[in-house]
C-alpha cells in the first residue's frame, strides 16, 4: 500500500507513541501499527488509536533502510519498517497501556524528547 497523503488528509495524520511512524487515523484503524501491532492491537479499534497515537508531533523522517541509515540508529528507529517517523510525539500512554507493554516485554521509550539523555 502507498504512503502518499493527499494535502486533504494532513490533519489526520497521527504519530504512533511506542514508535512515532506517522500514518493517517484512517490507516491506524485499517492496518494497525506496521511496528507495534502485536502488542498494541491497534487494528480495528479506534478508541486505541486514539489512545496510542497523537496528532502533536513534530519533524519526519522517511527511511528506505532503517538497518543502514545513522538517523535510525540515532532515532532508536533501527529494526523498524521502512516508512514515515516523527523525530518527537508528543502524548503520553495509559497507564493501563503502559503495564500492557511491560507485560509483553516491551521496553517503552518516551517519544517526546524525554528520554534523550537517559542510556539505552
Known amino acids: 500500500m502507498s ?4 494535502p486533504s488528509q494532513v490533519r489526520s495524520l ?3 507513541m511506542v514508535c512515532s511512524v506517522v500514518q493517517t ?20 479499534h479506534p478508541d486505541t488509536v486514539q489512545e496510542c497515537t497523537s496528532q502533536k508531533f513534530d519533524g519526519l523522517i522517511t527511511l528506505a533502510d532503517p538497518t543502514q541509515s545513522w538517523v535510525a ?3 532508536r528507529l533501527d529494526g523498524y519498517v521502512p516508512g514515515v517517523y516523527a523525530v518527537k510525539v508528543d502524548g503520553s500512554l495509559p497507564d ?23 542510556e539505552v
Open 25 to 44: 487515523q484512517a490507516r491506524f484503524i485499517r492496518e494497525g501499527c506496521p511496528n507495534c501491532e502485536s502488542f498494541l492491537d491497534l487494528l480495528n
Open 96 to 118: 493501563e497501556v503502559l503495564s500492557h507493554l511491560e507485560d509483553s516485554g516491551v521496553r517503552y521509550i518516551p517519544r517526546d524528547g524525554t528520554a534523550q539523555d537517559e
Open 14 to 16: 497521527r504519530a504512533c
Open 3 to 6: 504512503n502518499f497523503v493527499a
Open 73 to 75: 540508529k540515532w532515532q
